[in-house]
């Protein structure tokens, strides 16, 4: 028998649900993109099923390995079921289920980190590495882990939450409700809080300009740009999160000793500092033995999620294909 050609590779955002019909080699032959529903977790579902639809039109249903989801969500990976979901509505809606019975395709579910980790390591910047970090900067911070030429999961599938490891003891609150973590201090949403406090006070005079005066309309670019313009707050602020950032990379080469760490994500993906930063306080502070300890950007841009959900849809419909494989 012949192998299937193509799989689906959906990307569950915040925002926006991005779907790519993916072939072997990594690349997207038809894709679509649409903003994430916010009127509950069926409209969200529907409008999986709806992104999967319109990329396989045109593929027989014989080509197709099957559909896997990136999700932003603590999903229990033997299960497939979602545990936790901080920005959509989804926290134990049978998603895999009801995505699987509707298109009559095998789906499995994964967390949107991990899902970058398997993109980037079959087609992107950690290539041919047997053990590597992957951190997607954006509003949260998120993470996956490659570990011994696979992805690591952890027990249940909750491991890899680089965002959620203390950076400062009694600090700042975190998204997730635990207070000094990672996440609240270089994130797209610990920037923009900083970005908007700065913007109160008088120094903070060029970030509120750059924002027309409307402190809620400032966004994690408006504080790029006014580091670009030479803004000594906004550079402070910036170095900072990038500072903190750099020192939890540390921490992560202590603890599982990489090949390289790979920083991706749309805020990663805007400035080098996060490369820079962590690169720098490797070579300074880990422990011995461990300075040549490689950051890279992320090569796969903001089709990393799609891209390695298909990829992930393809290991799975191998394994269930060829076990010997
Ligand atoms: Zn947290």
Redesign the pocket.
């Known amino acids: 028998m012949s192998l299937a050609s193509y799989a689906v590779g959906v990307d569950v955002g915040g925002t926006k649900i991005s779907a790519g019909l993916v072939d072997r080699k990594g690349r997207v032959v038809a894709g679509t993109i649409a903003s994430t529903p916010t009127e509950g977790p069926f409209a969200i579902v529907d409008s999986i099923i709806d992104a999967v639809r319109a990329v396989t039109r045109d593929a027989h249903p014989s080509e197709l390995a099957g559909a896997a989801l990136g999700l932003p969500a603590q999903i229990d990976w033997h299960r497939q079921t979602i545990e936790f979901c901080t920005n959509l509505p989804l926290a134990g809606v049978d998603v895999h289920g009801v995505v699987q019975t509707r298109l009559n395709l095998p789906v499995v579910i994964d967390n949107d980190g991990e899902v970058a980790a398997i993109g980037e390591a079959r087609f992107g910047a950690a290539k041919g590495a047997r053990d590597f970090l992957m951190i997607t900067m954006g509003t949260g911070v998120g993470g996956g882990l490659w570990l011994g030429g696979r992805p690591y999961r952890g027990s249940r599938g909750f491991g890899g939450e680089i965002?959620?490891v203390l950076v400062e003891f009694e600090g700042l609150q975190?998204?997730?409700g635990?207070f000094g973590?990672l996440?609240?201090y270089a994130s797209r949403h610990a920037l923009v809080r900083d970005a908007r406090e700065a913007a109160a006070t008088y120094r903070g005079a060029a970030i509120k300009r750059l924002a027309n005066d409307d402190l809620d309309a400032i966004t994690d670019d408006t504080l790029l740009q006014a580091v670009r313009e030479g803004d000594e707050l906004a550079g402070e602020i910036l170095a900072r999160a990038a500072e903190i950032f750099g020192r939890a990379m540390v921490g992560m080469v202590n603890l599982l000793d990489p090949q390289l760490i790979v920083v991706g994500g749309g805020l990663g993906q805007k400035t080098p500092v996060w490369v820079e930063a962590a690169d720098a306080a490797i070579r300074r502070e880990a422990l011995a033995g461990r300075a040549d300890v490689r950051v890279v950007p992320a090569e796969l841009g903001n089709d990393a999620g799609v891209i390695g959900a298909g990829a992930l849809a393809f290991d799975e419909y191998d394994a269930r294909e060829e076990p010997g494989l």
């Open positions: 965002g959620h975190c998204p997730c635990g973590h996440e609240a």
